[in-house]
């Protein structure tokens, strides 16, 4: 009997698979040893060697803090969308052609050195990333507190073990891990010391009003800079100003030519641009990923621009439960790319170019890919084509060549808009805070979801825009939900471009004609606003617009200032309903202006305090 079960359990050891060693690869056993302060990046390549040679299904980051130093990084050619365009990126943590595949980083704190972007994903299906927080010790923005302020100078007190800085030629320069940036002239953004919102009326104004860059800077003492000028507009004393310098040149996480990536539980306290960029790209969820700042380092801002920047993706876009505090850039940005023809080569073929400098040198389309024709002036799409072929001239320039002819209306100046590469979009359960411009930009004609989300935005909550004139960023709504938001009265405290209203549709028309809608079917239902100003809802050259059953309640903590003075203002719409919507309190407005709107467009329920108040102006 006892032969027989030595045998057995022998039989058992020669059969079974040592499951973790192949499935799993732990970045320990590579030899890096976490909070060494040793740079991290050559052992991650070794891990993620290991996961490519083995299959592996799961790579492992203990918990503990690990440091990426420039020193080893894969540096590639990325022409990334709304970034600054250089020669090449630097990649620490590069997944390319792999499948299949988590990373969880356990709770662990990725700490970056000088200018880089800590996740690239490039050619990848059905990976994972969870459980990091990403920083930099020393990060490509900068924060003072406001200590004095009188006629003809401002104090401020600057860390200066987090942002280093010196005096040249008597501007403000701050000095990093292998770089130093001036601070920009209009890039300083003041944050109330209590409340930690975006002070109102400040904006892209900027906190010191015009002139700002006749400041000469001068130190009381290292750590203490007095800026001397007579500023038109001074900051508040013991109120703090988040200080914008450098370029825009790497994404935190970049996301490109990818399909079914995942990114949970990720803490982004800092980027050297775009929080998390995804481009040309398909099925992408994002959940409990927190751009925000590092209190734990008494910060008052987070990243450097936007938080979830998608540019020509496609699928499905999922965000939920996520939470965006103290960006210098919009939380969330959903658009696609317009191009404009240049020249007709052939009744088949066109010259286009990428018209926006930080958007150039994509793959704008495959073969079997839609296009729409955009007319120039009123913005419409007034045809449609079939890609054959697409080549590239240079990174700015491209011919493209469609199954059928073109038709004979098209002219240069025209645009085109790749219809493949659009998504729908579900945006849920999450938290929009002071944020420097816009909360949402949706740019899609895919469905949209935006539901149960609380915006503290300090301009528009959601922007509705596009345009084939200005960004070139394309995507005309065909059906978007707004349900069961909040929208709190620090929305629309500031101005920036395009801030009509908390829900701003404002697509950039050159000639605007109602017979030819830019924007369809925007359903802005069960949602609470709690305005201090007049402008809830701003509609340009839409078609089928609901206002329905939102509850409207005033608020008195700031200021009325908005120029325009009514509730809700329609441009060139048609086909409107404004039904069950209850107001609470001396609701500033209770009215509805149209311009080059007919009073029969409208269909306005009684009973609800609204009246049309303005017509045709």
């Not at 000469?216 to 100003?241: C, E, I, Q, S």
């Not at 099925?283 to 938080?307: C, Q, W």
């Not at 998608?310 to 210098?328: E, P, W, Y």
Request: proline content about 4%; glycine content about 6%.
């Amino acid at each position: 009997m006892g032969r027989q079960f030595i045998y057995f359990l022998l039989l058992c050891l020669c059969n079974c698979r040592p499951v973790a060693a192949q499935d799993t690869v732990n970045v320990a056993a590579v030899g890096y040893i976490p909070g060494s302060r040793n740079n991290a990046v050559p052992f991650v390549q070794k891990a993620i060697a290991a996961c490519k040679a083995s299959n592996s299904k799961v790579l492992i980051f203990p918990k503990g803090r690990y440091d990426f130093w420039p020193e080893y990084t894969t540096k590639k050619n990325y022409f990334e969308s709304n970034t600054d365009v250089i020669p090449l990126r630097r990649c620490p943590i590069l997944f390319e052609q792999m499948k299949n595949l988590t990373i969880d980083c356990q709770g662990a704190d990725f700490v970056f050195h000088d200018h880089m972007q800590p996740f690239t994903i490039d050619g990848c299906e059905n990976i994972t990333i969870r459980n990091v927080s990403i920083d930099w010790d020393i990060p490509m923005t900068a924060q003072a507190q406001v200590m004095a302020v009188t006629s003809n100078y401002i104090d401020l007190a600057i860390n200066v073990t987090e942002s280093p800085y010196i005096i040249e030629n008597g501007k403000l320069v701050f000095v990093g891990e292998g770089w130093k940036s001036q601070l920009w002239d209009w890039g300083a953004m003041e944050f109330d010391a209590a409340t930690k919102l975006i002070v109102q009326g400040t904006g892209d104004e900027s906190c010191f009003g015009a002139d700002f860059d006749k400041y000469v800077a001068t130190d009381v003492h290292y750590g203490l800079v007095r800026l001397n000028y007579n500023f038109k507009r001074k900051p508040a004393l013991g109120n703090y100003l988040v200080l914008r310098h450098g370029a825009r040149d790497h994404a935190g996480t970049f996301i490109t030519g990818s399909k079914n990536i995942t990114i949970e539980n990720m803490n982004m306290f800092h980027n050297a641009g775009l929080g998390i960029l995804s481009q040309y790209s398909e099925n992408l969820t994002f959940k409990k990923v927190f751009a925000v700042p590092n209190t734990a380092k008494n910060r008052i801002f987070s990243g450097h621009d936007d938080g979830l920047h998608f540019s020509n993706c496609k699928g499905q876009i999922t965000i939920d439960s996520c939470r965006f505090v103290a960006l210098m850039d919009d939380p969330v940005n959903v658009h696609g790319t317009c191009v404009k023809i240049i020249k007709k080569l052939s009744d088949k073929k066109l010259l286009c170019k990428f018209m926006h400098e930080q958007s150039i040198g994509f793959i704008w389309a495959r073969q079997g890919d839609s296009v729409g024709f955009i007319e120039n002036e009123a913005m419409n799409t007034f045809a449609f084509g079939i890609v054959d072929s697409w080549k590239a001239i240079d990174v700015t320039t491209f011919e493209i060549t469609f199954k059928d002819a073109i038709p004979k209306v098209t002219e240069p100046g025209d645009a085109l808009e790749n219809l493949d590469w659009t998504p729908s979009v579900l945006i849920k359960n999450s938290f929009f805070g002071s944020n420097r411009a816009r909360g949402i930009l949706i740019s899609t004609p895919g469905k949209v979801i935006i539901e149960n989300n609380t915006f503290e935005s300090s301009g528009s909550a959601i922007l509705i825009p596009g345009d084939a004139n200005g960004w070139f960023e394309s995507g005309a709504v065909k059906d978007v939900t707004i349900r069961n938001n909040i929208f709190n009265d620090p929305c629309l405290t500031s101005m920036y471009q395009f801030c009509e209203g908390i829900i701003s549709i404002d697509p950039e028309i050159p000639k605007l004609d109602i017979a030819k809608p830019f924007h369809r079917n925007i359903r802005i239902e069960g949602n609470t606003f709690n305005p201090f100003d007049y402008p809830v809802l701003y509609a340009k050259s839409t078609e089928g617009l609901f206002f329905n059953n939102n509850i409207i309640r005033r608020s008195h903590r700031f200021i009325p200032f908005h120029r325009r003075k009514c509730m809700i203002t329609l441009e060139a719409c048609k086909k409107i309903q404004v039904t069950g919507n209850q107001l609470q309190g001396d609701v500033l407005g209770k009215n509805i202006q149209l311009i080059s709107t007919p009073v029969s467009e409208v269909k306005l329920a009684k009973h609800q305090g609204i009246v049309i108040s303005a017509l045709n102006q």
